[in-house]
């Protein structure tokens, strides 16, 4: 009821607004049309969910390159792609892995690692935390420092005030309005 999902949905091109305009690198995402729209949720946004959505059949490195067949890279490229993206994330060494061999903490890792493989423009996670404990959430705000840092623009959504306490900026929504926006 807060405009959270609707956000979501706009930013990650899922949605068109009714109104106004979303301009993403100079691209005016409003007038895309549905093919022009996929390619660039595959090219400018990665995202993370709170249930992972990873293949549970398909090793780590197979859920990570996921996106780059989408992209049609080449299966020797998608495979360095994915290998780096799992490093990135500190779980090169469970690329073989499935993922009910990873501890829930594993699993968001990869799919953080599966968000940033096509390195996108936007990195979006809602409730990227909310099926991790405390210790696990920590380091999965972390890594999603650690990224931003590193140049990643992230957008996060969730309802713990212990998680946005990690964000340089919080803006709070009430009634699909913004009522905060520090």
């Known amino acids: 009821?807060?405009?959270?999902?609707?956000?979501?949905?706009?930013?990650?091109?899922?949605?068109?607004?009714?109104?106004?305009?979303?301009?993403?690198?100079?691209?005016?995402?409003?007038?895309?049309?549905?093919?022009?729209?996929?390619?660039?949720?595959?090219?400018?946004?990665?995202?993370?969910?709170?249930?992972?959505?990873?293949?549970?059949?398909a090793t780590a490195l197979s859920n990570v390159e996921l996106p780059l067949i989408y992209a049609r890279i080449s299966a020797r490229e998608r495979h360095r792609r994915a290998r780096e993206a799992l490093e990135k994330v500190g779980l090169g060494d469970r690329a073989k892995?499935?993922?009910?061999?990873?501890?829930?903490?594993?699993?968001?890792?990869?799919?953080?690692?599966?968000?940033?493989?096509?390195?996108?423009?936007?990195?979006?996670?809602?409730?990227?935390?909310?099926?991790?404990?405390?210790?696990?959430?920590?380091?999965m705000m972390e890594l999603f420092n650690e990224l931003n840092a590193a140049g990643n623009t992230m957008v996060v959504v969730t309802h713990e005030e212990d998680i946005a306490a990690h964000a340089r900026r919080v803006v709070r929504l009430l009634d699909g309005k913004i009522v905060v926006d520090e």
């Open 1 to 57: 009821g807060s405009g959270k999902s609707t956000l979501m949905n706009l930013i990650g091109c899922l949605d068109t607004p009714t109104s106004g305009e979303y301009i993403l690198n100079d691209q005016r995402v409003s007038d895309l049309d549905d093919a022009e729209l996929a390619e660039i949720r595959n090219h400018e946004i990665g995202f993370v969910f709170q249930t992972f959505n990873l293949l549970s059949r």
């Open 97 to 139: 892995h499935q993922p009910n061999e990873l501890s829930g903490g594993q699993r968001q890792r990869v799919a953080v690692a599966r968000a940033l493989v096509n390195q996108p423009s936007i990195l979006l996670a809602d409730e990227p935390t909310g099926n991790l404990d405390s210790r696990t959430s920590a380091e």
